[in-house]
């Protein structure tokens, strides 16, 4: 069995670590670069991206984690986590460090603020069972990828029809929005099942 861990630095972590405990995974907070290295694979939850990259300097996670993914430890993140993951930022920071772990470019906060939060289905390609009922909160969508990425979800409909919403990219999967909310397990599932095969 697996030990996954969910970056404890900042945002939705407790979360994350109850959906994957509810698939029978050992999953561990990590905050230090020692249990970092414990882990079989990390999920980087929601947050506040510019905050969790600050974070990540304080704690001596930033280079660790970056080297880890780069040499094939699976990944997944959330929200502020598919900022983290990916290798451009539009509207973030000019000091915005970001993991590089995606070739893609995601707009921070591209569905407006906390107040325009939404929930709506979303079909996932690979990801069985019918659409995923998707919450979005100040969440980034991916205005570019690169070859490679593959792209596995889109908001079908709205202003934001045809924005990408959720990526993966070998062992790295990243979504826009907040499974972990939901109570539907079937991404963490997923994810879990990337972190066995690797």
């Known amino acids: 069995m697996p030990t996954i861990g969910v970056l404890a630095l900042q945002g939705d972590t407790a979360e994350h670590l109850r959906a994957l405990a509810d698939l029978s ?35 001596e ?22 900022i983290m ?13 970001v993991l590089s772990a995606v070739d893609m470019t995601v707009r921070r906060n591209a569905f407006g603020r906390q107040v325009d939060s939404f929930e ?22 991916a205005e570019r990828v690169g070859p490679g990425v593959e792209v596995v979800g889109r908001i079908s409909g709205g202003a934001a029809n045809g924005k990408i919403v959720a990526v993966r990219a070998g062992c790295v ?5 907040h499974p972990e909310v939901t109570g539907d397990l079937r991404i963490h599932r997923a994810f879990v099942e990337l972190v066995r095969h690797a």
Not at 85 to 97: F, K, M, N, T, Y
Not at 122 to 140: E, H, K, S
Request: proline share 9%; net charge negative; hydrophobic share 45%.
């Open 173 to 177: 999967m990243a979504t826009a929005f």
């Open 85 to 97: 993951l990916a290798s451009e930022v539009l509207d973030g920071r000019p000091d915005q460090r």
């Open 25 to 59: 995974v050992t999953a561990v907070p990590v905050r230090r670069p020692t249990e970092l290295e414990k882990v079989d694979g990390i999920v980087i939850p929601g947050g506040e991206s510019t905050t969790i990259g600050k974070l990540l300097d304080a704690f």
């Open 120 to 141: 709506t289905d979303v079909v996932l390609d690979g990801i069985p069972g019918g659409p995923f009922r998707t919450v979005f909160i100040r969440a980034p969508w």
């Open 61 to 82: 996670l930033f280079t660790p984690l970056r080297e880890r993914i780069a040499a094939g430890m699976p990944a997944y993140g959330s929200c502020a986590g598919m």
